[in-house]
């Protein structure tokens, strides 16, 4: 049984390997495959953005709309030289950004530790599973007033929320990432007779990285969003009471541009985790369109 498993992985029949190599060579040799590889990256992403820049600066020049509804463009530009000179957006997008970072360390740690428990132990899956699920169920908005009430409107209660919303993200996937790990994989392991520990290091956790980065990915976006909801209700600075005083005010030029600045924040902080992913998963290949 311990010898078999390995002789077949390394030997694969001959025409297998000549059915793949003819594949291969006809999706490279088909032009229809290739057209995307020929237009550089950057116009690729920019075509979007440009082309709604442009949308909006021609129905806002031709007042298709209230200039209160829809501000220039830039009026936006200027409000965002304003708000950073004479006002305190720094301020506000630091104190978001630190609230953020800890409520989504704090949650995506206990998500990766409780997920990695239940993944290895059905037991821990058992006793936990029905309370996380039934926990998981309540809109994170539903428990803010509560965490107001118990650890006040200040960051302890922003981060309570955030933590809550990034764990159940993290843990599902990383749960699943562990389940879903080949079982040859883990016969490998036991023939190379590896410890339980390092049998996780080394076999399990690398085959669900694919599956917690998701998680985590999928986690870091909602606890972005999530801050600025929690700084709407109730607080005195940070992106989420800038969003709602210009709202109050009519200041929709600074109204646009928080948007603006939410948007390229949670994008930028996307692309990190996505290259951060392309580093720990050099091993991987799959379809890349």
């Known amino acids: 049984m311990s010898a078999e498993p390995l002789t077949l992985t390394r030997s694969k029949p001959v025409g297998y390997i000549r059915r793949a190599t003819a594949v291969r060579s006809v999706v490279q040799a088909r032009p229809s495959l290739q057209l995307g590889k020929k237009i550089p990256d950057f116009w690729l992403k920019s075509l979007l953005p440009t082309a709604l820049l442009i949308v909006w600066e021609i129905a806002s020049r031709f007042e298709w709309f209230d200039p209160v509804f829809l501000p220039r463009p830039h009026l936006v530009a200027k409000a965002f030289y304003e708000l950073l000179f004479k006002d305190r957006l720094l301020v506000d997008l630091r104190v978001s950004a630190v609230t ?123 606890a972005w969003s999530m801050i600025i909801a929690a700084e709407m209700l109730g607080s005195r600075r940070g992106l989420g009471y800038l969003l709602m005083r210009s709202q109050e005010l009519l200041l929709t030029d600074q109204l646009f541009l928080v948007i603006i600045i939410i948007g390229l924040v949670g994008f930028a902080v996307d692309v990190g985790l996505r290259r951060l992913e392309s580093r720990l998963l050099r091993w991987r290949r799959g379809f890349d369109g």
């Open 100 to 222: 953020v970072f800890a409520g989504f360390s704090i949650g995506a740690g206990l998500g990766l530790l409780t997920g990695i428990g239940a993944g290895l132990s059905s037991t821990v899956d058992k006793v936990l599973g029905t309370t996380l699920n039934s926990i998981r169920q309540v809109p994170p908005l539903a428990f803010l007033p509560l965490i107001i009430l118990w650890a006040g409107a200040g960051n302890a209660g922003k981060i309570a929320v955030i933590s809550k919303v990034v764990f159940f993200p993290v843990f599902m996937n990383t749960l699943q990432g562990i389940r879903g790990v080949a079982r040859e994989y883990i016969e490998v392991g036991k023939i190379f007779e590896y410890s339980r520990l390092r049998l996780l290091r080394k076999v399990i956790l690398p085959a669900a990285l694919p599956s917690i980065f998701v998680g985590i990915r999928y986690g870091a976006g909602m």
